[in-house]
């Protein structure tokens, strides 16, 4: 059971970067996916999350407009596009996984399985 996720880099503000986070050893059509941020010293925050289906989407008010969360079932992959960026989105985005269809939830202890982490940094 693994998350991997890709895509991390450095980026100047307004620029755009895209990350991938691939699947393996569950099945991953029946679990809703999501995307946490974890800036120093602070607890993961929730990004985004999408359904099952990838038909419905959760944002948090400070991504709303500038990031879109979207999956590829058949490639058990989940991504999230990073536009606008700005230098306080420099964190360290983790993608998770949680199964069942609740995709409200933002808590970070609903999520079982998580991915190892991958380094924004967003440069003004």
């Known amino acids: 059971v693994q998350l991997q996720a890709f895509g991390g880099g450095a980026v100047q503000a307004g620029g755009s970067l895209r990350l991938s986070c691939a699947a393996s050893?569950?099945?991953?059509?029946?679990?809703?996916t999501a995307w946490f941020r974890q800036f120093p010293g602070k607890e993961r925050e929730f990004v985004a999350a999408a359904n099952r289906s990838n038909f419905r989407k959760n944002y948090s008010e400070s991504v709303k407009g500038r990031f879109t969360i979207s999956r590829d079932n058949a490639q058990n992959t989940v991504y999230l596009q990073m536009n606008s960026l700005k230098p306080e989105d420099t964190a360290v985005y983790y993608c998770?996984?949680?199964?069942?269809?609740?995709?409200?939830?933002?808590?970070?202890?609903?999520?079982?399985?998580w991915g190892q982490g991958t380094q924004v940094t967003v440069s003004s």
């Open positions: 998770a996984a949680k199964y069942g269809t609740n995709f409200y939830s933002r808590a970070s202890r609903d999520y079982d399985i």
């Open positions: 050893g569950f099945t991953f059509s029946n679990y809703v």
